[in-house]
């Protein structure tokens, strides 16, 4: 008191330091958030802050304890509250939301996987529950996430009425390939192909209908299906290792390719958040006729979220409305959260995995299923959002509780590595091979 | 970030190449793994970098895997290559020009905010040329950066100046420092970068071709050092109490003649790195004009590499005139020194050790702390900086033993600056206040 209060600050602030470790790194990879110089024992604020590219403040933040040396390790300390709790190395990328008074129903996505995702880590004194923004930290320190790792190219791709980006991992080659979609938001989305092939897979991010427009997706069977072979024809693809990757509406298009292809051979698939309900023989416009025929089972709860998940309920018997997944003859990984809320996804994979014994084609299922994990189950430490606005003013509800959707994307994701790796990679002892 | 190479009929093996971290700064260490060959596999690790001038350099080392079927680049030994034994950093301070490129190449990376690309590559069988012409089994591409994420680069031209300020991520207030280079000229930024991203405010500082020299044809002279500091002290999210200058070569002529007899900087530390106090000491300002014109014949108008000026012999031996050295018995501020044992360009050792008998005379020899490092050269950079046998040849040093010095100077001058500038509210122990 008395002394100015930059003085103060200055003798204060000048030795805490804070740390992350490594500053740039993929997404997907592991940090150490350190802080040292404090006075032992002393409550502190880690707080991270970020900046979308859509210009909304997501935030997170845990409160912890310095020890007899003065120092707070995020990776091996616990958090005794914030937005996380407990001993958790990457809880300040996985519990982000948006700060208060943001917009409703925001869902964090990466446009431009180029650049990386910024986010600013820093240590406030006390145990501060808000007004961050107005408050100056001890020390604050940048980051880098990327989802393109050094060397991977990016490549737009617009040939034979197909549109869509390729990632190649760096080196001679040649890769095994990858043909990766998105869900019912439609567009672009480049950021787990880019991931994939920072990876080693050769990935095609396919855009299969405008975002937002839905109802006007009108592509057919062929789209798909020459898409896979723009990644199988390519000079760095491996030919007969090629996969199908997706998520929601995806990896209902997977399946559809896995069972009903004449034309394609995927070596492998995985489906996130999927399903096999699918008229027989009907293109996507058909597909969201039928949808729309269910429209009057749409629940809502108490905040007028939508939740789509008994549309399609119960999983019906008539095999007309299913995928022939008995015809499916490659290895398929199952990924689903028990919590989701837009679709049925455990039911229909248990279905799937009824109809696949019928053929006898069990042996090539792989399911995993997370409790209180939702629809939304993207690449780890990605913050969770149980309800996002969806099209136009919609907002649906996905379902999950933040802690183990969390630990679902960071778990399931080492599992479609190894899946992948299992698949597409050779897996033989080399000692046999020499 | 991983990658295997696998054709699709073959019996050949799929080998796993990994470097981690894929980015990382300049001064850190990475680990390069190759995983799934057979034990007793004979293979060449690659580095690759075309460097900003567009010269080819590379660096290779031969492995043989081990039982596992892994080679580990930080803890398995070369057992040939332009390195050998266990050197984890090998394939960066390895890394020389390309046979047939042009001779007295010195790898300088001017613009730092991008980084330095480096391509890794594992070749089947230890080879020692024609690496172009084969087709790797694996390759992946490592990012070495000069500035860390936050850090910010501020071009600094008011006073007349023509500087770099780098400042470190965060709100600060932050130490400051001046960052001096030697006889080559030129803004040259990457330390400065370096040490922002180690949490210091650093300026780097073009004294000898800036573009009011450039215009008026006048060297400059303690006012432009004087404005540079200045800048810095005046900051406002800069510590104006706790200032360092780092020089090396060249640059500890200035620093020490600044550090001793500047009015208006006062200085928290120094470090000096391959120089000498030896210099006119005329009380003129224009000491800059003086030094070069007393030390050589050389049109002062050009600064190049190729102008390599052998200030040992004009230097040697060191004089027992009081008004050819600077005085530093009259420091009051700690001075870290570096040296190479093994110069051939300034008789840096010599000066130190003749630094030291002056400071003991005087009293202050608690503040100076030497550094002198067995077979090394003049070039005391940055770690993992390339000292490669034919930039030795010029500057001296023995390759391992510099390299081994630069890595070791480096965290020593980062712990020197860190205690003087961060810690405490006193500086060095009988250090007066200027704060």
């Keep these: ?434 | 970030i991983f990658f295997y190479n696998c054709t699709i009929s073959t019996a050949r093996c799929c080998v796993k190449l990994s470097v981690h971290p894929s980015r990382g700064l300049m001064d850190e260490k990475f680990t390069v793994l190759v995983q799934n060959v057979l034990p007793g596999f004979q293979l060449t690790v690659y580095a690759f970098y075309k460097c900003e001038g567009g010269y080819s350099w590379e660096a290779f080392a031969h492995y043989t895997a081990s039982a596992t079927g892994a080679v580990n680049v930080s803890e398995d030994p070369s057992r040939g290559g332009t390195y050998s034994g266990v050197e984890p950093m090998g394939l960066m301070w390895s890394l020389r020009p390309v046979p047939g490129s042009k001779s007295g190449l010195r790898m300088r990376k001017m613009n730092v905010q991008t980084p330095m690309e480096v391509t890794i590559s594992v070749y089947q069988g230890h080879l020692t040329e024609g690496f172009v012409d084969q087709v790797p089994l694996a390759a992946v591409v490592v990012e070495r950066w000069y500035m860390a994420p936050g850090v910010r680069r501020i071009p600094i031209t008011e006073g007349g100046l023509t500087a770099t300020l780098f400042l470190p991520s965060g709100p600060g207030p932050f130490p400051g420092l001046l960052d001096l280079w030697g006889g080559g000229g030129k803004l040259v930024e990457y330390r400065a970068a370096l040490l922002a991203s180690h949490g210091i405010a650093a300026m780097a500082l073009d004294y000898l071709t800036p573009q009011i020299t450039k215009e008026t044809g006048k060297m400059v002279d303690y006012e432009y050092f004087e404005a540079a500091y200045r800048v810095l002290e005046q900051h406002p999210q800069i510590l104006g109490s706790r200032i360092a200058m780092l020089g090396l070569s060249f640059g500890t002529s200035v620093t020490l003649r600044m550090a001793v007899y500047s009015q208006v900087i006062k200085l928290r530390c120094a470090v000096c790195i391959s120089g000498s106090h030896v210099q006119p000491i005329d009380g003129s300002h224009l000491f800059v004009f003086s030094l070069l014109s007393f030390f050589s014949n050389a049109d002062k108008t050009r600064f190049n590499e190729e102008q390599h000026v052998i200030w040992r012999d004009l230097l040697m031996p060191i004089p027992t005139d009081a008004s050819l050295k600077v005085d530093v018995g009259r420091l009051r501020c700690p001075l870290l020194l570096v040296v190479g044992e093994d110069d051939q360009n300034w008789p840096s050792y010599e000066s130190a050790m003749d630094m030291k008998e002056m400071m003991q005379r005087a009293g202050n020899e608690h503040l100076l702390t030497v550094l002198s490092y067995p077979n090394a050269g003049h070039l005391i950079e940055p770690p993992f900086t390339p000292s490669a046998r034919a930039i030795m040849v010029l500057w001296g040093g023995e390759p391992v033993a510099h390299s081994v010095a630069q890595e070791d100077s480096w965290r020593k001058t980062l712990v020197f600056l860190r205690v003087n500038l961060y810690g405490g509210s006193q500086p060095g122990a009988a250090a007066s206040s200027h704060l």
């Design chain 1, 1 to 434: 008191e008395g002394a100015p209060v930059s003085l103060v600050r200055a003798r204060w602030l000048q030795s805490v330091v804070i740390s992350v470790t490594p500053s740039r790194a993929l997404v997907d990879e592991t940090f150490r958030v350190a802080v040292q110089n404090l006075p032992p024992g002393s409550p502190v604020t880690l707080h991270s802050l970020h900046r979308s590219e859509d210009e909304d403040l997501w935030e997170a933040f845990g409160h912890y304890v310095s020890d007899s040396r003065g120092t707070v390790s995020v990776a091996d300390d616990f958090s005794f509250g914030g937005t996380y709790t407990g001993k958790e190395a990457m809880g300040l990328l996985w519990s982000m939301s948006p700060v208060p008074g943001s917009r409703e129903g925001l869902r964090l996505r990466k446009k431009n996987v180029c650049i990386p995702q910024l986010v600013n880590i820093s240590v406030y004194g006390g145990h501060v529950e808000e007004g961050f923004g107005e408050r100056l930290p001890l020390a604050s320190t940048l980051t880098e996430r990327w989802h393109l790792g050094p060397g991977v190219r990016r490549i737009e791709i617009s040939e034979r009425g197909v549109r869509g980006t390729l990632f190649i991992p760096p080196g001679p080659g040649p890769f095994p390939g990858m043909l990766d979609m998105w869900g019912g938001g439609g567009g672009l989305l480049e950021y787990r192909s880019a991931l994939l092939a920072s990876h080693g897979y050769a990935s095609l991010a396919l855009e299969y209908f405008t975002a937002g427009e839905l109802k006007s997706a009108d592509k057919e069977f062929s789209y798909f299906e020459t898409a896979f072979n723009i990644v199988r024809e390519h000079p760095q693809v491996i030919p007969d290792r090629v996969g199908l990757f997706g998520l929601s509406l995806g990896s209902l298009m997977a399946s559809y390719l896995a069972a009903e292809s004449s034309v394609i051979e995927p070596r492998c698939c995985v489906c996130v958040s999927g399903g096999h309900l699918y008229p027989r023989g009907a293109n996507l416009q058909q597909l969201f006729r039928a949808y729309s025929s269910h429209s009057h089972k749409l629940r809502v709860d108490e905040h007028n979220r939508e939740i789509w998940r008994s549309i399609n309920l119960p999983i019906p018997e008539d095999l007309s409305q299913k995928l022939d997944v008995g015809k499916i003859n490659c290895p398929m990984l199952l990924v689903n959260g028990i919590d989701d809320q837009n679709w049925p996804t455990v039911e229909c994979a248990e279905d799937m995995a009824h109809m696949m014994r019928a053929a006898g084609k069990e042996h090539l299922l792989t399911r995993i299923e997370y409790p209180d994990a939702g629809h939304l189950i993207e690449p780890p430490y990605s913050p969770h959002s149980r309800a996002t606005k969806f099209i136009k003013d919609v907002i649906l509800l996905w379902g999950g509780q933040t802690k183990p959707h969390a630990d679902a994307q960071e778990d399931s994701w080492r599992n479609i590595l190894a899946f992948l790796q299992k698949h597409l990679y050779c897996t033989q002892n080399p000692k046999a091979k020499m």
